[in-house]
């Protein structure tokens, strides 16, 4: 069956989310949850939750989804195995690290990739079926085609969003938060910056929207797919979510039950049994504890199905920032954007007619119906916003009402000036809050599941009563007393009825009753109501029997361990895995600089444990394992990050390698002749190179990543990946594989997983600080590298500012893509879009805080737009300590650098490191002149641990 899955941020929407008619829940407990400030729940809380959850035939996922620090392994490995204990039914993860943790120690926990995990392309889910996942989350930035590709081509089910707030950036790729407040996204606890105003400035400092669009350019609108259900069904999405755990239960019960109406009637119009995950459901969506009327499974013609508009109303006034289906259905521009205003709008009321200054009262002209109590915000022409409650309403003779239809007059109380024709908002209405209340406040269920009842009374024989719900759950219990003979009143039906009904606040109600009495017997009330309660008891262990994993799961742990070790197996005829075949043999290597002495690295590093790589690549019997962090230590090497021939040529002379190509800040299209170009330039120097490869890899933009790495095979180069999907294909082909920055590494747990699965080296989490970075260097089990200086990416989005605003993206209509050519010149790659007028390429252009701090952006070659811190990281004093420490590779991010400032910084950095510790702090004023004054130290000596 599809999934309805919704959120709960406290046990109040807990409950809304259930009695709404969810199937399933996600939450969080009180650590590791990407929700740090949702009120959350301890792990009383959580066994309650799942206990109640489990009792109405829902289930219940637990986000373990942050970056997890190394002193944080003990705990989050009590924690997963808390959740195995207390029978959570997935728990949602991040960190690759916590995944082998979970694998480890809570074996039958089932796992579900993400969102933050980036998993966008088919590659990745894959990768993550691979490992064992029984779900991906998929990013929000894929259209409708894209998941339907992804889905028909994996066993794994898939989740997609379909309302509530989106984010700008890619989830899980976000540090701007972090680096500029100190409240770390990838920790639970994003300051939503993207929220804020900012200013579109050029090179010279000017605004060039100038007051043609709002201020809030980085602010989404909230994603709203009520009329898009029949193609997420068609498509074969296992599982829908509603986004909102920091939301009132109001809104996640307004919500809930009006996509549980739509989605229902989808589902019994649909004309084939549904599919999860690409299989063919036993059952045509079913939601496990609904009312009577909605149990069977009825067969469904091919109607289409549109959403009421009292149901689009609903949803625009529990919530709304305006709404769009985000990347669904085409690239929006900015008609994706809420850049006027970036929190609730509410819901149109009506516009003003007239204001009385001397009784401060204002006639409006109703467009939707208003009750005294709602809240109101009036868009003033002069002085921003009016906010009011609705008191003193009368009507256009002047009656007092409590009550008004649309299209009527009426004149209301207000204190603060409006004027003719301004509009009016209403964000609060009463009528619905209460409403939406009464699925959380009753006491007694809502959602109750209907139960068949058979009562046998004999004489001389115990009553029984027998239970069946209507999911097929069958209970009996008998009374100790034996059916006498009746002085008074014998046992009747409507006795019977009237104590076997009396469910109380129990999650059941009575459907039908069966009696079977033998005449003239009697039995007394209070042994009946033992037996009732008792067969009810027996009715909820057996349903909570459902989710033993013990009894269903007996192969689990088998299972994934078999996966571990398999590809997955592709759906469908013809199909063929978009990496091909790995090729057994390959012996690739590069005279790669690790730990400061040259290394051959093959193509197939050798996992440093016992365990099988998930990529399944051949080990060669002549293979060279990489340095382990225990052995002798030796200088770090220099890397360069570069996108062009004259950077690369530039740095060359004091950089020990250079990291060559991948998303290139200056919208060039990097074709493998310009990567072959780059690597004779730098072989012919002596030094070494690695090959880039792109952030974000759509599977439109697959063949230019693949032929990247077909070169770099070719060319015997390493290369460095950013999602697991391009970490699986360059795995398959025997590549020598270092991790960036986009797959978190903040603790020895994922370290020792990329070594398992023969990952050369790893790029530590910037978000580390210089102790943090430290330990995991001493005890890494292969090679790390840490960003030492250049201007770290806050942000990477689909959505691009320039285009949206000063390029044809402008008109907010669906956008597809088009090639452009770069420095190897005319090319039919396809990257961005039709008919763009590229700002980008004509000019430099900042994001302005309004604090007057500028954020360059820059977009590359497939358009995605990056956003740049606004100060360099620089670590030129203390590059010495890391290399002490062990760091294998210390890197320069180059790529946003002229190439004569680039060559002054590496060649700084060369410097410093020539020196020994003692000669850094003697010479600590030369090295603050060289270093200038307008950078940062990242996290370096802040960090963002829980103090945050």
């Not at 500029?180 to 639970?188: A, D, E, L």
């Not at 504890?289 to 549109?306: F, K, L, M, S």
């Not at 978190?744 to 370290?751: D, F, G, I, K, S």
Request: glycine share 8%.
């Amino acid at each position: 069956m599809i999934e309805l899955l919704a959120p709960a941020g406290s046990r109040e929407a807990l409950i809304a989310a259930v009695e709404a008619g969810a199937d399933a829940v996600y939450l969080s407990g009180n650590q590791f949850g990407a929700r740090a400030y949702a009120d959350n729940f301890d792990e009383q809380g959580l066994a309650d939750a799942i206990r109640f959850a489990h009792l109405r035939g829902v289930h219940i996922h637990v986000t373990v989804n942050t970056m997890v620090l190394d002193d944080e392994l003990d705990a989050v490995r009590d924690y997963l195995q808390f959740l195995e204990r207390v029978g959570a039914d997935a728990a949602l993860v991040q960190d690759l690290g916590v995944a082998k943790l979970a694998r480890e120690c809570a074996p039958q926990l089932p796992l579900h990739a993400s969102t933050q995990m980036t998993i966008h392309n088919l590659a990745g889910a894959q990768a993550m079926e691979a490992l064992g996942f029984s779900r991906v989350v998929l990013s929000r930035e894929l259209s409708l085609a894209e998941i339907r590709h992804i889905v028909e081509h994996t066993n794994v089910e898939i989740e997609v969003f379909m309302h509530g707030a989106l984010c700008v950036c890619y989830s899980g790729q976000c540090l701007m938060s972090s680096l500029i407040g100190g409240r770390s996204g990838n920790r639970g606890r994003c300051a939503q910056p993207c929220r804020l105003p900012y200013t579109l400035v050029d090179a010279a400092g000017e605004d060039v929207l100038k007051g043609t669009a709002g201020k809030f350019l980085l602010s989404p609108k909230d994603l709203n797919t009520i009329d898009l259900l029949e193609d997420f069904v068609a498509a074969g999405v296992s599982s829908l979510k509603i986004e909102g755990r920091m939301k009132k239960p109001e809104y996640v019960a307004t919500v809930v039950r009006t996509y549980r109406s739509v989605l229902d009637r989808v589902i019994a119009h649909s004309s084939a049994p549904l599919s999860v995950g690409g299989r063919t459901a036993k059952r045509w969506g079913v939601s496990p504890a609904r009312p009577d009327n909605q149990h069977d499974e009825t067969p469904r013609g091919c109607e289409h199905v549109v959403a009421t508009p009292e149901e689009h109303d609903r949803l625009a006034q529990i919530f709304n920032r305006d709404f769009t289906t985000a990347y669904l259905v085409g690239r929006p521009g900015r008609a994706m954007m809420s850049d006027r205003k970036p929190n609730n709008r509410g819901r149109l009321a009506g516009r003003v007619v007239a204001y009385d200054k001397t009784s401060r009262r204002a006639t409006l002209h109703l467009a939707s119906e208003l009750n005294t109590d709602d809240d109101l915000v009036i868009w003033v022409k002069v002085g921003g916003r009016v906010t009011s409650r609705v008191q003193d309403m009368q009507d256009a003779a002047g009656r007092p009402i409590d009550h008004a239809e649309a299209g009527t007059d009426v004149t209301l109380h207000m204190a603060n000036a409006v004027h003719p024709h301004d509009r009016v908002f209403k964000v609060y209405d009463v009528r619905l809050m209460t409403e939406a209340k009464r699925y959380y406040t009753s006491g007694a269920p809502i959602r109750r599941i209907p139960v068949d009842a058979i009562v046998t009374a004999p004489l001389g024989a115990p009553l029984t009563i027998q239970m069946t719900d209507a999911d097929g759950h069958t209970a009996t219990a008998a009374t100790a007393f034996h059916g006498e003979p009746a002085q008074k009143r014998p046992l009747t039906e409507d006795t019977i009825r009237k104590q076997v009904g009396r469910l109380g606040t129990s999650v059941f109600a009575l459907r039908t009753l069966e009696t079977h009495i033998d005449a003239n017997v009697m039995f007394p009330v209070s042994e009946i109501n033992k037996a009732r309660q008792s067969v009810v008891e027996m009715l909820e262990q057996a349903r909570l029997h459902d989710f033993d994993r013990t009894l269903k799961h007996e192969n689990f742990e088998k299972e994934a361990t078999s996966l571990l070790r398999q590809p997955p197996s592709p759906r469908g005829e013809g199909h063929e895995v978009a990496g091909g075949v790995a090729k057994v043999g390959r012996n690739l290597s590069n005279n790669f600089i690790i730990e400061g002495r040259t290394q051959v690295v093959p193509s197939t590093a050798r996992p440093t444990s016992n365990a099988q790589s998930t990529f399944a690549t051949p080990t060669t019997a002549n293979a060279v394992p990489l340095p382990r962090r225990g052995r002798q230590r030796t200088r770090s090497h220099l890397l360069v990050s570069t996108d062009s021939i004259p950077q690369t040529t530039a740095v060359l002379p004091s950089s020990d390698a250079i990291l060559f190509g991948g998303d290139s800040y200056h919208h060039a299209v990097l074709t493998p002749a310009v990567y072959e170009q780059a690597t004779a330039l730098v072989r012919d120097a002596g030094k070494a190179i690695a090959f880039n490869t792109p952030r974000i890899v759509r599977d439109e933009h697959l063949p230019q990543t693949l032929a990247i790495l077909d070169a770099a095979a070719k060319l015997d180069v390493p290369v460095y990946v950013h999602n697991i999907g391009i970490l699986r294909l360059a795995r398959e082909r025997g590549l020598a594989v270092c991790t960036d920055t986009s797959l978190v590494a903040a603790n020895r747990e994922t370290l020792a997983f990329f070594a398992d699965e023969g990952v050369a080296a790893a790029t530590l989490s910037p978000e580390l600080t210089l102790e943090q970075v430290k330990a995991l260097a001493a005890e890494s089990p292969i090679p790390v590298e840490c960003l030492v200086h250049g201007p770290i990416e806050l942000m990477v989005s689909e959505y691009c500012t320039l285009g949206s605003f000063l390029g044809t993206q402008a008109d907010g209509k669906p956008q597809g893509n088009v090639g452009k050519a770069g420095e190897a010149g005319k090319t039919a790659i396809k990257t961005g879009v039709p008919g763009c007028t590229m700002p980008c390429v004509r000019g430099k252009y900042q994001l302005r805080d309004r604090k007057g701090i500028d954020f360059p952006i820059a977009c590359d070659q497939f358009c995605h737009m990056h956003i740049l811190n606004s100060r360099p990281l620089s670590m030129l004093p203390h590059v010495a300590a890391l290399r002490d420490a062990g760091v294998a590779s210390l890197r320069i991010e180059g790529r946003a650098y002229e190439p004569e400032e680039l060559a002054r910084i590496v060649k700084n950095y060369r410097h410093v490191l020539s020196m020994s510790a003692e000669e850094v702090a003697e010479r600590e004023e030369e090295i603050a002149e060289l270093e200038g004054k307008n950078f940062t130290r990242g996290h370096y000596f802040r960090g963002v641990g829980n103090k945050d």
